[in-house]
């Protein structure tokens, strides 16, 4: 039995070896594309996460008023108010006070773009002007997504999602214990070491990596790609937005997202239902925004008026509380709701995933939910910059320092196996795999240059 066993051993010894060393170099591969944007979307979530404490500190001086005992204005006086400081301008939408210190605020079409306007709803004071585009919160959600920089980097932002749940799945493979002692849920050594860089590395990741994993998955519905692919499967399998609630009344050919100022990830695919453009004059902004409150959205719903003579007010809101997410369609002439959607009529997909957002974005259970979400993107950046000094301290001079190549090529059917799988699940994660490991087997090894300079 020594004799058939022992040979054996060094084998298996062997391959688990090259495994290891095959995930060390994926994981250093995926860390080297994915950490600059991974620490870009962690500073960047990490402000999106207060955006309200934001508004309400640096920005108070437009979005909080004295409580006045004078009754506020009627929405259509605010309205026009706000349309005559800014000439040449359009109603688009008018967002209600969500309390007696709120200030309103009206957004106005204007040259192709939206312009809010904030006002004081007992004076109707103009507080402040300030196009959509260059809103604090506006600026560092598009900076968030790459939206600035074009259709084609929103996509990166995609594949990035994929390569870091590849790095957590590929960082608890080598943070295993294995023998050791250090390095596990301690820290060795002093900054002035590598062993230190590494533990903290490898430590921070292991606690964090579950929470960094969920934040790619639920950050993924609002992608181009795999969330456009995600409301297919929704809409498919009538797990998304109840469809059946429009089969009573006409629609056009656009959707809430292009037709509403703010919509849920739920209801961005659903059709905007029409209006009777047969019937008597419009209700008004005032009748529909007092149908809305009569029907008990919660305060700090906006209304959007209609866009042309079939068109409908909408007046909608996303509350950090989800149970009181809430859209009414309503008919400009007769007054009558032509689709009320709440989250309790959403779809189990669409219940799970607006849940997964709720909490990706620290609105679901309060502060808690906040801090939470805020210590794992402070723990991206701590994992991230402990990497950067990790590798500074292994790579010889003038060389990348990729880990080596495993010796044996039998770890690369597992390897191809793992890309087609996270390919499948992450297409665009699963291209830019193919590509790095095409340019790592086939010019980085056969290229002697490029190999001394990835030693």
């Known amino acids: 039995m020594t004799d058939i066993t022992a040979p054996s051993r060094p084998g298996a010894a062997a391959l688990a070896f090259d495994t290891y060393r095959a995930i060390w170099r994926w994981h250093f591969y995926a860390g080297l594309v994915a950490v600059p944007f ?3 979307l962690a500073v960047t979530g990490s402000l999106y996460l207060f955006k309200d404490e934001i508004d309400a500190t640096v920005f108070a001086y437009r979005n909080t008023v004295a409580a006045e005992g004078a009754a506020p204005l009627s929405p259509s006086e605010l309205a026009k108010r706000a349309v005559a400081a800014v000439p040449g301008a359009t109603l688009s939408a008018y967002r209600v006070p969500a309390g007696p210190t709120a200030s309103a605020r009206v957004a106005l079409a204007t040259d192709g773009e939206t312009t809010y306007v904030f006002l004081d709803p007992h004076t109707g004071r103009v507080l402040d002007t300030v196009a ?3 809103e604090f919160n506006e600026v560092v959600r598009k900076i968030h997504s790459l939206e600035y920089f074009g259709v084609y980097a929103n996509r990166l932002i995609e594949a990035i999602a994929g390569f870091a749940i590849i790095l957590v799945a590929s960082g608890f493979y080598l943070w295993w214990p294995r023998r050791q002692t250090g390095g596990i849920v301690t820290v060795r050594g002093t900054p002035a070491q590598r062993v230190f860089w590494r533990d903290l590395h490898a430590v921070t990741g292991a606690f964090a990596g579950i929470l960094i994993a969920f934040l790619a998955i639920t950050g993924l519905p609002w992608s181009g790609f795999w969330g456009g692919k995600l409301t297919e499967i929704a809409t498919a399998t009538g797990t998304g937005y109840p469809a059946a609630l429009w089969d009573a009344v006409p629609t056009s050919g656009e959707h809430a997202e292009h037709a509403m100022d703010k919509v849920g990830w739920t209801m961005e695919a659903s059709p ?6 047969m019937r008597m004059e419009p209700i008004g902004l005032d009748a529909a925004v007092e149908i809305a409150g009569d029907r008990g959205l919660a305060p700090g719903f906006e209304v959007t008026v209609p866009g042309d003579a079939t068109g409908v007010y909408t007046a909608a809101v996303f509350p950090h509380e989800l149970a009181k997410a809430r859209t009414i369609h309503i008919d400009q002439y007769s007054g009558e709701p032509l689709v009320d959607v709440s989250y309790a009529d959403y ?5 799970l ?20 979400m805020l210590g794992t993107c402070v723990a991206i950046v701590l994992a991230s910059v402990a990497a950067l000094a990790m590798w500074l301290k292994r790579r010889p001079a003038g060389r ?3 880990p080596p190549y495993p010796t044996s090529r039998r770890v690369y059917g597992m390897l191809w196996g793992m890309a087609v799988v996270f390919g499948v699940l992450f297409p665009l ?7 790095m490991v095409a340019f790592d087997l086939f010019v980085v090894r056969n290229v002697p240059a490029l190999r001394r300079a990835f030693a």
């Open 38 to 40: 991974m620490i870009l």
């Open 132 to 134: 959509k585009r260059q």
């Open 272 to 277: 905007m239902p029409m209006s009777d453009a």
């Open 347 to 351: 779809g189990s997909l669409a219940k």
């Open 353 to 372: 995933t607006e849940l997964g957002i709720n909490i990706h974005m620290g609105q679901e259970f309060g502060l808690a939910n906040q801090l939470l």
């Open 400 to 402: 990348l320092g990729v």
């Open 429 to 435: 994660s699963g291209l830019l795999i193919v590509a």
